[in-house]
C-alpha cells in the first residue's frame, strides 16, 4: 500500500491562513502607487536590446559584390524550415561575360526567400552562414495583412549599396580570389571594375560615385547597416514615454488574411 502524498511546502501559521484569500492582492496594491510608464508606439520607437533578433539582412562587401554564395547551409540550418535558397554559377549571371560576379568565388545567391511565418528568430541560420553574409538586424516591423507578403525575397532584405559601392555584377578586384573578400581585405571597387561597368552599363547609377572613391575624391564605401529608425537611446525613450501623459488612440485597421 503507498503512503500518502505529502506536500514539502512549508505550512503556514494561523496569521497565514488567515489571509491566504487576499494574499494575491498584495501584487495589485503595490502597483496602484507606482507610475504607469507607456510605450508610445509608433509615434515613438525605442529602439530594442543589442542582441535582438529581428529581420535579416544580406550584406555586401565593399566593392558593392553580395557576400552570399548560395551556398543553403542558412536553409539547412533552419529548424522551421523558412529559408530557401537556389544558387547559380556567377558565369550564368550575365550572358556572354563569364568574368562578371554577383558574389566573390564560383556561385552566388540567385533565389533567396525567408517565410517570416516560419521563421522563429532562433539565429541558427546566421551561425551557419560561412561568409557572415546573412546577419539579423534589429528591425521588428515585418507584420503583414497577408500570407504571401509574410515571404520576403532577395530584394527585401538584401543591404541597400552604400555611397561609393558598384553595382553588381562585376568581375572581381584584380588579383584576388575569394579569400581575399572572405578576410574583409576589400575596400572599395577599383579603376578595372569601374572601366568594365562603364563598358557594359554606361548608365549604371553607380558609376560617378565609385569613379570619386578610385581617384580619391571620395571616401572608402561602408557597408550600411540596419538601424532602428528613429534612432533613440533607449533610457532617454524611456523616460520620454513616462513623461508622455496623451495616448496617441488610432482605429485599428483590419484586412482578411489570404488563404
Known amino acids: 500500500m503507498t503512503e500518502p502524498y505529502e506536500s514539502q511546502r512549508p505550512k503556514k501559521g494561523p496569521i497565514g491562513e488567515l489571509f491566504a484569500p487576499v494574499a494575491g492582492f498584495g501584487v495589485t496594491f503595490s502597483s496602484m502607487f507606482k507610475p504607469t510608464v507607456t510605450e ?16 535579416h539582412q544580406l550584406n555586401r562587401y565593399a566593392d558593392g559584390l553580395e557576400k552570399c554564395i548560395g551556398c543553403e547551409l542558412c536553409a539547412w540550418a533552419c529548424p522551421a524550415d523558412a529559408i530557401y535558397v537556389e544558387g547559380a554559377d556567377n558565369a550564368e549571371a550575365v550572358a556572354g561575360s563569364p568574368e562578371a560576379h554577383m558574389s566573390p568565388g564560383e556561385r552566388y545567391g540567385r533565389v533567396y526567400q525567408i517565410n517570416y ?17 546573412l546577419t539579423m538586424s534589429k ?13 520576403y ?25 575569394d579569400t581575399e573578400y572572405y578576410r574583409d581585405e576589400i ?32 571616401p572608402k564605401p561602408t557597408p550600411s547597416q540596419h538601424e532602428l529608425r528613429p534612432d533613440q ?26 488563404p
Open 40 to 55: 508610445q508606439y509608433p509615434r515613438r520607437k525605442t529602439p530594442p536590446q543589442t542582441r535582438y533578433h529581428g529581420r
Open 233 to 258: 537611446d533607449r533610457a532617454v525613450a524611456t523616460r520620454a514615454a513616462a513623461t508622455q501623459s496623451s495616448v496617441d488612440v488610432r482605429p485599428v485597421q483590419t484586412e482578411e488574411a489570404r
Open 187 to 218: 575596400s572599395g571597387p577599383t579603376q578595372e571594375q569601374v572601366d568594365w561597368v562603364r563598358e557594359h552599363r554606361p548608365d549604371d547609377d553607380t558609376l560617378a560615385a565609385a569613379a570619386a572613391v578610385v581617384t580619391g575624391d571620395a
Open 139 to 151: 528591425d521588428y516591423e515585418i507584420a503583414g495583412p497577408t500570407r504571401a507578403g509574410m515571404i
Open 153 to 177: 525575397e532577395k530584394q527585401d532584405i538584401l543591404a541597400p549599396l552604400a555611397e561609393g559601392m558598384l553595382a553588381a555584377p562585376h568581375p572581381m578586384v584584380e588579383g584576388t580570389t
Open 117 to 133: 511565418l516560419r521563421c522563429i528568430f532562433c539565429g541558427l541560420c546566421i551561425e551557419a552562414c560561412p561568409t557572415r553574409a
